[in-house]
């Protein structure tokens, strides 16, 4: 197996993270993973360790760092450098999920959507892929979300969030190219990773009806395309069908998602 160097990714202790770090493990690159509880991240070094064999020169790092913190990306791109890692490919994948009608948000739980959904993963992309411009080479994959093709209620915070990652990201990559940075924008549709907060339920028939997918699947996907340097890609073909569509769905998803979250406020 081609060794390919150190690969860094926020998000990486669980679900679409978790499987991107594997399927990155495979093909050869070593791993840092970056997420909050300290309990999650051993976890996760400890199921992916076992995807090494004795006397590998993969190794698997893990640190902790909350990312919405101001200067939380600052500071875990200080502690890349005194640890001497050269990464070649940096993965933004730690997210916030709100879905609530803006109004009922509280002023933290927007300071926090927008500085880790945007700020965080701006101040990465820019830190490393200046040092990759300099080295001539280095990957990036920036997740936004299907919620960008989905002006509903409830998304407000959110779906503007991801749109930001998109258009952020796909001009940057247009940028850096000629430079040997390429970096992919991921747009998932729904994946079962619990971050939607569904009843287990609706998350099954979501999946049954091809509108969600799991996390390994959409992991691979990924990977294939950040392998290949493509651009942007909706992981699932289908989900590239049904965006004309989906203004005809608005008031239908819209009540699914809206009623979750009334269930959500009437336990708090
Ligand atoms: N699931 C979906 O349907 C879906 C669809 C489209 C896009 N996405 C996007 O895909 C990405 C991953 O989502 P997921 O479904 O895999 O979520 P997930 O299963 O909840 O995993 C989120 C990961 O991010 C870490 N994280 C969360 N907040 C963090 C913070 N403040 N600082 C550092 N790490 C943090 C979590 O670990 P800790 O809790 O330990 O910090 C965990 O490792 C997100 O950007 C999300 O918006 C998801």
Not at 18 to 40: A, C, D, N, T, W
Not at 48 to 63: A, G
Not at 137 to 164: D, E, H, Q, W
Not at 226 to 235: K, T
Request: proline share 3%; aromatic share 8%; charged share 20%.
């Amino acid at each position: 197996m081609k060794l390919r160097g150190w690969a860094l990714v926020t998000g990486g202790s669980a679900g679409i993270g978790l499987e991107v770090s594997r399927g990155l493990l495979r093909k050869g690159y070593s791993l840092i993973l970056v997420s909050r509880s300290p309990q999650k991240l051993k976890n996760a070094k400890y199921e992916l360790s076992r995807e090494l064999q004795k006397s590998d020169e993969r190794q698997i790092t893990i640190h902790t760092a909350d990312l919405a913190e101001p200067s939380a990306a600052d500071n875990l791109y200080a502690w890349v450098q005194s640890r001497k890692f050269v990464v070649e490919m940096l993965v933004n994948d730690a997210g916030m999920y709100i879905c609530d009608e803006a109004l009922n948000v509280s002023r933290e739980r927007v300071e926090a959507i927008l500085s880790l959904n945007i700020r965080a993963l701006t101040t990465l992309s820019l830190l490393f892929a200046r040092e990759m411009a300099e080295r001539g080479r280095g990957r990036i994959v920036n997740i936004s979300s299907y919620s960008v093709y989905m002006r509903y209620a409830g998304l407000s915070l959110y779906g503007a969030t991801k749109a930001y990652v998109r258009n952020f990201s796909v001009a940057l990559s247009r940028e850096v190219r000629s430079k040997g940075v390429k970096i992919t924008t991921v747009a998932p549709s729904g994946v079962d990773t619990g971050l939607l907060g569904l009843p287990p339920s609706t998350a099954r028939l979501a999946r049954i009806t091809g509108f969600m997918m799991g996390p390994a699947r959409c992991g691979r996907i990924i990977v294939r395309a950040a392998m290949r340097g493509r651009r942007y890609i909706v992981p699932g073909w289908h989900n590239y069908l049904v965006i004309p569509f989906l203004g005809l769905l608005r008031p239908v998803m819209t009540k699914v998602m809206l009623k979750n979250t009334a269930t959500e406020h009437a336990k708090l």
